[in-house]
């Protein structure tokens, strides 16, 4: 079946700008997770959502940056007035039970 | 929440041999251990996994053995191939946050042929 899916897959930005990033989880999978993986660097969480329940957000690393999942599928990363240290590969990844995640490809994002 | 610690942070080995990449955690708590590979440019992906009422699991030549009691976790690859060279994460669940994986920092396995 189809995986997890992301676009952009490459975005480059002017700093200062707003970017959007989007995610499309496995069908049926309730849990979805964003992450950071700078150049070389391990996976930094972000964002946690499940179900309905309210997201975990303890790993936003600003007020900068912010996400939604509606209809309890597609997920939407935003990144506000975006800076030079914000280029990194973003990951999504979903998991039918909160356990097993299965990651999309990645955006690349490269802030000028 | 958990904390993993990962260790070493680079491993090379000479192709044939055998590598072993060593995990602990902090919560007690938790019940769930995956390993993902990711290789240059790639998507994790899971390769093995274990919960904590077992002890060790085996996968041709990837083995993951479980110490609740010590609290640490190993992965184990044996006959080490040059397409093993990658990035290795280990990661911990199922403890007081349900649902988070905390994922240590990963482990740069090089094979030299």
């Known amino acids: 079946g189809a995986g997890v899916s992301q676009s952009p897959s490459n975005k480059v930005t002017e700093k200062g700008k707003d970017v959007e990033l989007r995610c499309d989880p496995i069908?049926?999978?309730?849990?979805l997770y964003w992450y950071r993986q700078s150049l070389g660097q391990g996976l930094e969480f972000l964002i946690y959502f499940q179900g309905n329940s309210a997201p975990d957000k303890s790993g936003l690393p600003s007020d900068r940056f912010s996400a939604e999942r509606t209809g309890g599928s597609v997920s939407t990363l935003t990144i506000q007035r975006t800076q030079q240290e914000d280029s990194a590969v973003y990951l999504c990844?979903?998991?039918?039970?909160?356990?097993?995640?299965?990651f999309g490809p990645g955006t690349r994002l490269l802030v000028l | 929440g958990e904390n993993v610690e990962q260790h070493p942070s680079t491993l090379s080995v000479q192709e044939g041999d055998s590598a072993v990449i060593k995990c602990t955690y902090s919560?007690?708590?938790?019940?769930?251990f995956p390993w993902y590979k990711q290789e240059l440019g790639k998507r994790p992906q899971l390769i093995i996994d274990?919960?904590?009422?077992?002890g060790e699991k085996k996968d041709q030549r990837i083995a993951v053995t479980l110490n609740k009691t010590a609290k640490h976790f190993s992965l184990h690859i044996t006959e080490t191939q040059p397409e093993d060279s990658a990035v290795y994460f280990c990661a911990a669940s199922g403890g007081s946050t349900l649902g988070r994986l905390y994922f240590g920092r990963g482990t740069q396995l090089t094979v030299w042929p």
């Open positions: 919560d007690s708590a938790s019940n769930y």
């Open positions: 069908s049926g999978h309730t849990a």
């Open positions: 990844a979903s998991s039918p039970r909160g356990e097993t995640q299965y």
């Open positions: 274990i919960r904590s009422n077992v």
